[in-house]
């Protein structure tokens, strides 16, 4: 296997939504990347922010990746809880286009929050209109960049929507800090929700 | 290096063993002392002019110096971690500096029970003082100066090996700088220190075992041996490898009705342990398993793992094996946790290997793809660029095989 280019910047292109993160992790911050795939966003965040942190990955080629691109990566099972890390034991715990493919999609995002004093996610927002009209008008499941997959063999499980996911942090407890909507790479300010295809918040516990 | 440009993964072909003398006295941790003692020791690769590209392998309950290659008078005797270890393998000796070294108390070479105790005349037998993973860290860090190595670029080993690893990084931080930890634990659990006194039970009560001086009366208290190697040979495996390998396949075909060798399992056993009984010293093994027992740096500090590791500053790379029973995955990541308490560099792989322990020495793909991935960014970091240089080695060349036999049955842990 040839590791991934070594240049962190150079990793990032055509991911937007990890360039966001990047951008919003504080310099010399300690990281915890939930999927961190290749290790090339901490790796980034290493070598941009000084950052410093582990990656949780449960696939052995991913895990073999990240170990050539010299990252600290802890193979586990995201569905089974973070085993080794204490509460509040990072500044950000980040999980980027996996949200909406995990089945304890609840019990994740409130684990970040118990490992990370701020959590980061990302995920294709399904509320786009381009996913609305396939659905509406054309009657079939929406495929596009953001969600490149068919029905039948699409790891996505537990897909939502911008509004959706600000519903789930009201109702539990959750204070959205930041929130940045992009589609082909670009900021979308107006009517996000319909015009955005990628959603990146970043949001903390609200005090008791 | 693309597929196509990297050189065939080869052996490092016929191996010298060399024999070492060492008369500052080792004070044990046990209160005992050998006032001197010889270390068998095996080097495959060329050290670089800085030898920062040093790698040393620590061995686990049975095998020894013996890590790669074969010797001259003996080709299929391959080491004990031939596919692990070799040109354009995972630890690539293209690059490398790989040494071997059988710890004392072993029965390959190094001082060990059967050697004769220079102040009596006699084997050491039942005065051999009981050695612990701190006693070898020690022994090994004095070869390294005899090999003119501060620093190693990395310490690695499986089981009892890689415990030693550990200790590496809590003896000498600073001549570390990354230790690689295979189906690896903290401390043994009690069900672990129950196989081990079953083991030595069977062997102190062998009427052969005359106190651990039987070498006096010229006979091996065998028997006891054969049924502490069948008691740990099955704790290396795992449940479904061993159906796997012998289902309940019946020696002659049908049942026999009588307690001799009817299954296949059975055969395996008496043949495997039969063998070992042949060339393993009973001293050895009690001294071996009392110290993977006593093995619990967390002891000194109340339990705490992280705080027995609070002075390590190298980096990790962590495997366990999902079927390992023995030291299971849990166990791992006792030592990664501790490690991130700590905020140390760490990579951690749990390998979905149905082998059971034994996996740390078989030939998985994705386990060598990790260590292979892990040691490409060492060499990086400490300069193994290939630049080794013809050194001459200290001690005298071994021209004979170095119990050949014992080290070609494969299981070591």
């Known amino acids: ?208 | 290096m693309s597929p196509n440009t990297r050189p065939q993964p080869s052996s490092v072909g016929p191996v010298v063993a060399r024999r070492l003398r060492f008369d500052a006295p080792l004070r044990c941790r046990s209160g005992g002392t050998l006032a001197a003692y010889d270390l068998v020791y095996e080097t495959y690769g060329r050290p670089n002019a800085a030898r920062s590209n040093a790698v040393l392998v620590c061995h686990a309950l049975n095998a020894s110096h013996h890590v790669a290659g074969y010797y001259a008078d003996d080709p299929h005797n391959a080491g004990w971690w031939d596919n692990m270890i070799g040109p354009g393998k995972p630890v690539d000796t293209d690059r490398f500096f790989v040494i071997g070294v059988n710890n004392p108390g072993s029965c390959f070479g190094s001082t060990g029970p059967m050697s004769t105790d220079p102040a009596t005349g006699k084997p050491y037998g039942s005065t051999f003082p009981l050695m612990t993973c701190e006693d070898w860290v020690e022994v090994q860090a004095r070869l390294a100066d005899r090999l003119g190595i501060r620093r190693f670029a990395a310490v690695m080993g499986g089981s009892l090996g890689a415990m030693q690893a550990l200790q590496w990084t809590i003896s000498y931080p600073e001549r570390i700088a990354n230790a690689i930890v295979v189906a690896a634990t903290p401390k043994l659990t009690a069900q672990n220190i129950a196989f081990n006194e079953v083991a030595r039970r069977a062997i102190v009560t062998d009427p052969d075992f005359h106190g651990g001086d039987f070498y006096l009366h010229g006979v091996k208290p065998k028997r006891g041996l054969r049924l502490a190697r069948m008691i740990g040979h099955i704790t290396y495996l795992s449940d479904d490898a061993m159906m796997e390998k012998f289902g309940r396949v019946l020696r002659s075909g049908s049942i026999g009705y009588h307690f001799d060798v009817d299954f296949e399992v059975e055969s395996y056993l008496r043949h495997q342990s039969d063998k070992f009984a042949e060339y393993f010293d009973a001293n050895t093994y009690l001294l071996i398993t009392r110290a993977l027992d006593y093995f619990d740096p967390a002891h000194a500090h109340g339990g705490d793992l992280s705080a027995a590791l609070a002075g390590a500053s190298a980096r990790f790379l962590v495997v366990s094996f999902t079927s390992d029973w023995r030291f299971s995955p849990a166990r791992s990541r006792e030592i990664v946790k501790a490690l991130i308490d700590n905020r140390r560099d760490v990579a951690y792989a749990e390998i979905d290997a149905p082998h059971g322990h034994d996996a740390f020495l078989l030939d998985d793909a994705r386990y060598h793809a990790v260590v292979r991935a892990y040691f490409g960014n060492v060499a990086r970091a400490v300069g193994a660029d290939g630049s080794g240089v013809a050194v001459e080695l200290p001690g005298e060349p071994l021209a004979r095989r170095a119990a050949s036999d014992a080290l070609a049955g494969g299981f070591a842990a």
């Open chain 1, 1 to 208: 296997m040839t590791p991934a280019k070594a240049n962190g910047r150079d990793g990032l292109a055509g991911r937007p939504d990890l360039a966001a993160i990047a951008a919003w992790v504080r310099p010399q911050a300690s990281v915890l990347d939930l999927g961190c795939g290749d290790g090339l966003l901490l790796r980034h965040l290493a070598e941009t922010r000084g950052a410093r942190g582990y990656g949780v990955e449960v696939e052995d080629e991913k895990v073999i990746a990240s170990v050539a691109n010299g990252v600290n990566v802890i193979q586990a099972d995201l569905e089974r809880g973070l085993w080794g890390f204490d509460d509040g034991s990072f500044d950000y715990v980040l999980l980027s286009l996996t949200l909406q493919a995990v089945r304890h999609t609840e019990a994740i995002i409130l684990e970040m929050l118990r490992v990370g004093r701020e959590a980061i996610v990302t995920f294709p927002n399904f509320g786009h209109w381009h996913a609305r009209w396939q659905v509406a008008l054309g009657g079939r499941m929406p495929v596009s960049d953001t969600l490149p997959y068919q029905w039948y063999d699409t790891p996505n499980v537990h897909l939502c929507t911008i509004r959706d996911f600000e519903r789930f942090c009201a109702g539990h407890g959750i204070r959205i800090l930041e929130r940045l909507v992009l589609h082909g790479g670009r900021p979308v300010g107006w009517l996000p929700n319909l015009r955005g295809s990628l959603a990146v918040f970043r949001f903390e516990r609200r005090a008791h």
